[in-house]
């Protein structure tokens, strides 16, 4: 399941790029393509949080059964029941060492979501940019074309540079925060798996 869920992120991803760099056609099928492949993106990386989840609902369930038997074990040596004693011992072992790889792969998707997190943020990112870029794009086309029959007046270098700059502002405040709210949806999560 996890190496299928590899593989969709992989094929969204690639084909979000192949989109943004090698796609032909009007401007927007290829903006419509790209965030078809976003939002495929972002139904994998659910997929990835609930897989987060199963994961550390497994090891809270491995410590439980751990403790339960080094529960039973300490019960049993009390009364001198070795036999009872070691069996439980042997189980609350095999119980903490389940737990043990269970918190390795929990570790391992914690990693893959934040890695898978930050790819989606750049695809994000992208396709502001190349929306703004369709959007310029299509505002000096002769479509805009004044009661004259000329092409209105554009902004100046200077109004242009200003924009820009605020639009890479407004485009690294909104990445900003949708990493902080990952960031959070995060934290909320984990306390929930706790």
Known sequence: MFEDWKAAWREAVESFYRE???GEGPVNARLHAMRREIAA???ELRRLEAEIARARKAVDEERAEEAVCRRRQAAA???????????AGEWAER???RAR??????EALRAE?????GDLAEMEAALAAASDAAAVEAGQGPAGAGVGGGT??????EEDEAR???DREFRRLDREARERAAEARLEELKKRMR
């Open 20 to 22: 943004l760099n090698e």
């Open 101 to 106: 790889v269970l918190e390795q792969k929990l």
């Open 95 to 97: 119980h903490a060492r």
């Open 113 to 117: 979501h934040e890695m898978r997190a």
């Open 41 to 43: 993106a972002n139904g």
């Open 164 to 166: 820009a700059a605020q």
């Open 152 to 157: 209105p007046p554009g902004p100046s270098p």
């Open 77 to 87: 040596q009390r009364i001198e029941d070795a036999e009872t004693a070691r069996l």
